[in-house]
Every structure is written in C-alpha cells, then in structure tokens.
Antibody, heavy 118, light 110 residues
Framework: QVQLVQSGAEVKKPGASVKVSCKASGYTFTSYPMHWVRQAPGQRLEWMGWSNAANGNTQYSQDFQGRVTITRDTSASTAYMELSSLRSEDMAVYYC???????????WGQGTLVTVSS | QSALTQPASVSGSPGQSITISCTGTSSDVGSYNLVSWYQQHPGKAPKLMIYEGSKRPSGVSNRFSGSKSGNTASLTISGLQAEDEADYYC??????????FGGGTKLTVL
C-alpha cells in the first residue's frame, strides 16, 4: 500500500532553516510528482510547491519563492522540503502529498510539526 | 496568492444534504476542470474526496459529489452522518503548474 512517512518534529530558531523528509513506499517513486502543503495552527492549507520526481523539476508558490527548495533522492524514494529564513509565522504542520496528473493529492504524509521559537 | 473562497462553516442534521461552495476566478476554477475536495478531521492529514471536479477516488462514499458552474465549484454531501463532521477544503489548478487551496469550511453535524 502507498505510504508517505515524514521525519519528526523540529524546533528551530528564527532565521534558521529546516529540512523535512518524506519517504515513499508502495509505488514507483519516479512516476508521481510530490507536493508540499503546510497548515499553521487553526489555519487553512497552503500549497508550497511540487517536484517532478522523475527529473527533479520544481514549481514553487509565489508566497514561498526564494525561501523554499524541494529536492528528491530517487535511490531512497525520498522527497525533501527545505524552508529557510524561518520566522514565527512559519510555525506549522508541513505535509508531503503524492500528486496525480489532475493536480489532486491522493496520498498524504502524517505531517511534520515545525516550531519556530527563540 | 489569494485563497479560493469557501464559507467558514455549514451545518446540517443527520440524513440531510449540505452543499459547500468554492469560488475562484476565471484564472483557476473557471478555466480548468481540476477542482479537488479534501476532508480533514482534527489532528489528521487531509483525505482526497473528489478530483477533477466530480470524480470519486476508490473507497469514497457515493454520498459525496462534486460539480462546477462558472467560477464556483461545489461539494454536496447527502445523507449526512456524524462521521462527516470535519473541515473541508477545495483546491484548484491555477495555471503555470501551480495549485491553490480554499480557506476551508467547518462542517457541523447537528
């Protein structure tokens, strides 16, 4: 069965960077794009960007352009999302989600809580 | 990026039907039949309920249906059940390989 398992919770200081991993299993990793979505406490889902797992091409939301980098390691079937210059407003649960050709997200990771605090 | 517009909350009694709207623009919802709907229970990851506007993934109850008219997409839940109480989010392809989510709607089953 398809599973996306994310790395554990992180605590970071303002200005630092965080890198979240997402290990995929149960399907051919390079056949589906991987999206990243975040959700601040009590807030809506926010799309951050996606990576073509086959060739590594990426597209980012304008809201995160310049601060987010999505990469992948095909040999490990793992996707990564790195967010830099963290501020308090970046405190959120970060999700990876497998994309379909229709830009729907059919499988989600369990989420990774990132806390930003001095 | 602005979010798609959803009502903050809707409610209904068991057995009733409710509809949640999702209003975008001619650049997203109105231009593509690529609206998805997600259900999210507290503390859980979202679950895909509808894709491509009206298609249901395997395993999703046929009580859930989707439609679109112009710049507004809709999710209808018929035969409301207690377990349907959750937050619901719409999303749409927004061109240039980007995605946009709605503000979310809290469904209360009375």
């Amino acid at each position: 069965q398809v599973q996306l398992v994310q790395s554990g919770a992180e605590v970071k200081k303002p200005g630092a960077s965080v890198k979240v991993s997402c290990k995929a299993s149960g399907y051919t990793f390079t056949s589906y794009p991987m999206h990243w979505v975040r959700q601040a406490p009590g807030q809506r889902l926010e799309w951050m960007g996606w990576s073509n797992a086959a060739n590594g091409n990426t597209q980012y939301s304008q809201d995160f352009q310049g601060r987010v980098t999505i990469t992948r390691d095909t040999s490990a079937s793992t996707a990564y999302m790195e967010l830099s210059s963290l501020r308090s407003e970046d405190m959120a649960v970060y999700y990876c989600a497998r994309g379909r050709g229709s830009y729907s997200l059919d499988y989600w990771g369990q989420g990774t809580l990132v806390t930003v605090s001095s | 990026q602005s979010a798609l517009t959803q009502p903050a909350s809707v409610s209904g009694s068991p057995g009733q039907s409710i509809t949640i709207s999702c209003t975008g623009t001619s650049s997203d919802v109105g231009s593509y039949n690529l609206v998805s709907w997600y259900q999210q229970h507290p503390g859980k990851a979202p679950k895909l309920m509808i894709y491509e506007g009206s298609k249901r993934p395997s395993g999703v109850s046929n009580r859930f249906s989707g439609s679109k008219s112009g710049n507004t997409a809709s999710l209808t839940i018929s035969g409301l059940q207690a377990e349907d109480e959750a937050d619901y989010y719409c999303s749409s392809y927004a061109g240039t390989t980007t995605l946009i989510f709605g503000g979310g709607t809290k469904l209360t089953v009375l």
